[in-house]
């Protein structure tokens, strides 16, 4: 299939697609702090710098979208038809580094907790109590 609007168009679309403050990431945050939990943001001393931070708990979660980070089983995890060669490996690098990450996050005694942008599309509520059991068990 052609795509449908021109290269600039795609480039300026695809510049807009950041890194941080993403609306999932902002709805965990707002259900979090509602729970009663503080945390910092994107820790830059933390291995991957991780979207929420809760030191009390030492604690990192990582908002993941499940494009770009490539959830498994997941109906938003596609690969784009056209230079899907590109593409598989821009995901494998994104997949790569989100291991080592956590495994240095691991390494250096932080609990390291992942969540889906699906997840919080179906049931952010769940996502919260889940998360919120886990933290109160370490507290």
Not at 24 to 30: G, K, W
């Amino acid at each position: 299939m052609v795509d449908t609007i021109t290269s600039e168009r795609r480039s300026w679309n695809m510049s807009r697609i950041r890194g941080r403050d993403t609306s999932p990431e902002l709805r965990l945050r707002s259900l979090l702090h509602r729970a009663g939990f503080r945390f910092r943001l994107h820790a830059k001393k933390l291995p991957g710098r991780p979207d929420i931070v809760l030191p009390r708990y030492r604690t990192a979660i990582f908002v993941h979208g499940c494009f770009w980070h490539r959830h498994s089983g997941c109906r938003n995890a596609t690969t784009p038809s056209t230079r899907a060669e590109f593409w598989q490996e821009k995901f494998d690098t994104n997949v790569r580094r989100d291991a080592r990450n956590r495994a240095d996050l691991e390494a250096a005694s932080w609990t390291v907790m992942t969540v889906w942008e699906c997840e919080l599309k179906a049931d952010a509520e769940g996502v919260v109590r889940r998360l919120a059991g886990e933290l109160r068990r370490k507290d």
